[in-house]
């Protein structure tokens, strides 16, 4: 893949931004920097997130809402594109991409952000060059549907300012999208001891983080719900999701 096709895709531990870094996205990165690496009032409850940031092994990318979706869209797909196969070529690695939308928009609400967010994974699938994975519904009425790309299942989540009391869906003042390979994930799966431990590990520091109740639709703490789609950009209140997933494209 050229180098100038993923201008935009950096690691943490790389150093100084690509030349050419809006302003807006600088100050988030410093901010969601913050957030992962905070205490207050306990540490960020993804120990996976916090882990990668003190490792470098987060990356980013920035997508600007002020210009042509379309061609953001397409960079932005380069982008997620680089970055797994950056994770293909360090399997023992657990990278992570954290998208950031912006710049901030104070005007936008809870059902505008969540209205983005699901607008941008259909513009991503959109130029997504590579046959749909195997073994994954590529039908997102598919209840055991999930997002994937250049071949490859994706955990996904979207964070933004509107969640309020729900602090860990918040990481900064733009929305943000992190997405990590599900390959990642094998050894520590809801069916393995490992798996469970890390779930149980998770749920307890985010009672500890937030004063709200977890997500109905993230599981018993043994496994996960078979519609990932709810866990992408659940409700502020943590009540379950009803209907079909928001995400609308032609099968390929």
Known sequence: MAEAATARLWAGAEGAMPHGTPRWAVEERRRVRGTLLGVHPAPYPCH??????????????????????????????RDLEAFVEKQRALPEERLSLLIMAGPPQAHRDF?????????MLSALHEHD??????????????????????????FTFGTCPAYGPRRSRTLGECLVIGVQC??????????TAAGRAAKKRIRRSLAEYEDVPLLADAGDG???TAEKW?????EVDGQPLSGNCPVRWEKQ
Do not use: M
């Open 48 to 77: 996976f997130g916090s882990i990668g940031e003190n490792k470098g092994t987060n990356h980013y990318t920035y997508w600007d809402l002020d210009h042509d979706f379309a061609d953001e869209a397409k960079a932005v797909a």
């Open 182 to 191: 599900r390959s990642v994930f094998t050894s520590i799966s809801g069916s």
């Open 129 to 154: 060059r590579h046959p749909w994975p195997a073994g994954v519904p590529d039908d997102p009425q598919d209840p055991k549907w999930e997002f994937a790309f250049a071949g490859e299942p994706l």
């Open 111 to 119: 059902a505008g952000y969540r209205e983005c967010f699901w607008r």
């Open 222 to 224: 043994q496994g996960s």
């Open 230 to 234: 709810k866990q992408y950009f659940p």
